[in-house]
């Protein structure tokens, strides 16, 4: 009796996962096992149908990573939105925005006055201003502004200023005059207003660099050469008022002399106008033809000899 021998073979199927077979490297994304037709089992960390997606955060890498600021390139790995070598974002899932090259959860971003609320962009606090809230503001202008604190003073926290030597008030808007304070009401000797630092815009009638003095038509009253006609013709006692010297002189400015109680300008002060004028007090130049006395009063006459 012959005997036939035949040789068992044991066929395995291999399924396939999306057009790619299970024994290849590429299958399931190269992120899991296909198990079935079109079946496969993810890794962890990745998801979709050929185990495409990975995880970051419980969230697929479609929104994961705060889309767009980051991109999710591996599970729990994002990597964060740059522009050229400039990193955006920054955050195990990018969400913390960079200003000026600190995150928005550092103290410091914002120059410590603000909030970074997305790359480089800072909303300021109330009485802060700048790109990155770096300068203060005092009454509307900010701290760089040549004009902030009146010109006198430097903006140091928000409607603060710190005011220049002989100014005052809050805004520096305020001078002194001598050590008074533009508001006191003693201030450029209460006859004037002070304009600026030591500057005295004086009232009419008054003068001097602290407006302390009188001033009698268009001269100060401690200049004794020339207020009311100089040389103690009279002493300026109010503006534009001037005290004539008592029997010497008159006038409003003191400049008529008095010959012998009668003003220079009557005709009969040195006796007659024919006879002489009064040209100092109490003293008369005689015109030719009368005694050269003190009131010009007698005729000379003369005496001719045969």
Known sequence: MNMVCFESKTLTSIAICHGIPGNETQVC??????IAPNHCSCFNGYT????????????????????????CTGPNRCECQRNGNQLLYTGSQCELPICFGKNSSDTSACSGNGTCIAPNTCHCNLGYTGNSCQLVECYGKNSS???????????????TCSCEHGYSGN???????FGINATTPTVCSGHGSCTLLDRCECDDGYGDKECSQYVCFGYLANDPYNVCSGNDHGTCVGPNQCKCTQGNYTGISCSIPLCFGKNASD???????????????????CNPGYLN?????????YIFHN
């Open 29 to 34: 994304s190269g992120k899991g096992y296909c």
């Open 48 to 71: 979709g149908d050929s185990c495409e997606y990975p995880i970051c955060y419980s969230k697929y890498s479609t929104n994961a990573c705060n889309s767009p600021q980051g991109v």
């Open 145 to 159: 502004s040549t004009d902030v604190c009146s010109r006198h003073g430097k903006c140091i926290r928000p409607d």
């Open 171 to 177: 805004n520096c808007q305020y001078p002194s005059c």
């Open 267 to 285: 005709p009969t002060s040195c006796t007659s106008s024919s006879a002489g004028q009064c040209v100092a007090p109490n003293t008369c130049q």
């Open 293 to 301: 006395d003190q009131t010009c009063s007698m005729r000379t006459f």
